[in-house]
C-alpha cells in the first residue's frame, strides 16, 4: 500500500485562526515532505523531515510551523496566514531520506483564507 | 541555477494516438526523474521512476526514457484513452539540490473521444 492521506480536505480559514493540517503515512517511511502548489502551477517545497527530524526549510515564514510527532505523522501549523497563502497543500513521504527514493503524494488540503 | 522545463504547455489528442511528452532539465548530474499525473484539484500520481543509472523504465502503456547527457527526458503514452487527460509533471532530483524534486511546470493533455 502506497498510501498517504491528508486530513482535512478543504479548509476555510480567517486570518486571525489557527488552524493544523495532518498527514499520516504507514508505508514505514523515514522521510516526510510538505509541498505548496498554487493553481496552475508546480509544486514548491516547503519543508522536509528526516528521521523524525527538520533537515530542510525552504524558508518559509514563520506562520507555518512544521511539526513531526513521530515517524508516521506529521502536522502543518498554520496561524495569522495571508490570503495569498491560499493554495493546495501536499504532503509526501519516501522510503528513506536518500535522494535515490521515489517519493509518493497524499491528495492535498485545499487551504482558503479569507 | 537547475532547471525543468516542459513544452509544450498544454496538448490535445485524439484518442487512441500516442502521447510523447518532452522534459527537459539544465544540470546532467542527477539522482533521479520522476514523472506524476495530477488531476484538477487532486494530489500527484507517481507514474513512473528513473534512476540515473536507467535508459527507460515501462509500465503498462507508459514508458519514459532518460538521456542524462542531453538533458531529455520523455514520457510515451500508448494508444491514448479520453482517461488519460490531466496534467503530467517531470521532477528532477539534482545531485547539487540534496533531497528535493526540482518540478518543470507541466503539460496539460486533453484526449478527445
Known amino acids: 500500500d502506497t498510501e498517504v492521506t491528508q486530513t482535512p480536505k478543504h479548509l476555510v480559514m480567517g486570518m486571525t485562526n489557527k488552524k493544523s493540517l495532518k498527514c499520516e503515512q504507514h508505508?514505514?517511511?523515514?522521510?516526510m515532505y510538505w509541498y505548496k502548489q498554487k493553481a496552475k502551477k508546480p509544486p514548491e517545497l516547503m519543508f522536509v523531515?528526516?528521521?523524525?527530524?527538520?533537515?530542510i526549510n525552504e524558508s518559509v515564514p514563520s506562520r507555518f510551523s512544521p511539526e513531526c510527532p513521530n515517524s508516521s505523522l506529521l502536522n502543518l501549523h498554520l496561524h495569522a496566514l495571508q490570503p495569498e497563502d491560499s493554495a493546495l497543500y501536499l504532503c509526501a513521504s519516501s522510503q528513506d531520506p536518500s535522494a535515490t527514493y521515489e517519493q509518493y503524494f497524499g491528495p492535498g488540503t485545499r487551504l482558503t483564507v479569507t | 541555477k537547475q532547471e525543468v522545463t516542459q513544452i509544450p504547455a498544454a496538448l490535445s489528442v485524439p484518442e487512441g494516438e500516442n502521447l510523447v511528452l518532452n522534459c527537459s532539465f539544465t544540470?546532467?548530474?542527477?539522482?533521479?526523474l520522476q514523472w506524476f499525473r495530477q488531476d484538477p484539484g487532486k494530489g500527484l500520481t507517481s507514474l513512473l521512476l528513473i534512476q540515473s543509472s536507467q535508459r527507460e523504465q515501462t509500465s503498462g502503456r507508459l514508458n519514459a526514457s532518460l538521456d542524462k547527457s542531453s538533458g531529455r527526458s520523455t514520457l510515451y503514452i500508448a494508444a491514448s484513452q479520453p482517461g488519460d487527460s490531466a496534467t503530467y509533471l517531470c521532477a528532477v532530483v539534482f545531485k547539487a539540490a540534496g533531497n528535493k524534486l526540482t518540478f518543470g511546470g507541466g503539460t496539460r493533455v486533453l484526449v478527445k473521444p
Open positions: 523531515y528526516s528521521y523524525e527530524k527538520l533537515s
Open positions: 544540470d546532467s548530474a542527477i539522482y533521479n
Open positions: 508505508m514505514g517511511h523515514r522521510a
